[in-house]
């Protein structure tokens, strides 16, 4: 069980965890869309003992603000900025999975002075399609908790390898229930955000030390995407893993070592 803290910053209340020294340098997580902070219950065991490893769950998720959208990533960026500010950390290591690692590109050409590398993981410059995401938010809007209970019925097939469903039954549902209980407004704003962003044109402004990583089963965020981020982002790293779409969760051992030998080269 994470112990959460309600954290109160700039950009109102988001629901977070901080374990590890005070002293320790952070590594700062972002969640995936229709996911909550609990997705890195393994990294926080992996990574605390080391790090200041801090946590929160995207506006629009969870326990954080959920405000009217459509977002922007400019403010869900601005999001992790605050989260770091009301923290009082200055500087920070950042890993996002999917719309989190879509965060995490962001900050790269926005904020880099405030991080020492970026781990962007089963992520995109642009994901998806503006039609099929718009789409999405405004189906997501209008069916309200039945269409988060069907996107939570589909997701497996988007987030596991079939064999990895079948053998852990128990992971997949949890995964589940944290986009079954995802607002559905705050789910249809972020859809809205992936719509509106297209980072590819300014992958060549991205100078902090940059990870990309890639599940080789990954349907929604491919090896081919990373493999063209990696073409754009000067002296980017690429790493794949055995695993879909969740690769922390589908193949912890080899994300975590992955993470730490990044953040291991940053010296």
């Not at 079954?180 to 719509?195: F, K, M, N, R, W």
Request: contains cysteine.
């Amino acid at each position: 069980m994470i112990k959460t803290i309600a954290l109160a910053t700039r950009n109102g209340t988001f629901r977070a965890a901080v374990q590890g020294a005070d002293d320790a340098p952070v590594l700062l997580l972002s969640n995936s869309l229709g996911t909550t902070l609990e997705m890195w219950e393994g990294q926080l065991a992996a990574f605390s003992s080391t790090h200041r490893v801090v946590c929160y769950d995207t506006r629009g998720h969870g326990g954080s603000p959920i405000t009217p959208g459509a977002y922007r990533f400019s403010e869900l960026g601005d999001d992790a900025l605050a989260v770091m500010e009301a923290l009082r950390i200055d500087r920070a290591v950042f890993c996002g999975i999917s719309m989190g690692g879509h965060t995490g590109l962001w900050l790269g050409v926005h904020a880099a002075e405030r991080f020492d590398g970026i781990a962007v993981c089963n992520s995109a410059a642009r994901i998806g399609t503006i039609q099929a995401w718009v789409e999405r938010a405004a189906s997501v809007r209008k069916g309200g908790s039945e269409a988060m209970k069907a996107l939570a019925a589909s997701a497996p097939e988007r987030w596991f390898t079939p064999a990895f469903a079948r053998a852990h039954p128990d992971v997949v549902a949890r995964a589940q229930s944290w986009i079954e209980q995802t607002d559905p407004q705050g789910y249809a704003a972020c859809c809205e955000a992936l719509a509106g962003s297209d980072l590819r044109p300014d992958l060549a402004r991205i100078a902090v030390p940059t990870l990309l990583l890639a599940g080789t089963a990954d349907p929604v965020t491919t090896v081919a995407d990373a493999q063209a981020m990696q073409k754009g982002i000067p002296g980017s790293a690429l790493v794949t893993v055995p695993a879909s779409h969740l690769s922390n969760l589908e193949a912890p051992q080899a994300f975590n070592r992955a993470l730490a030998d990044f953040i291991a080269s940053l010296g």
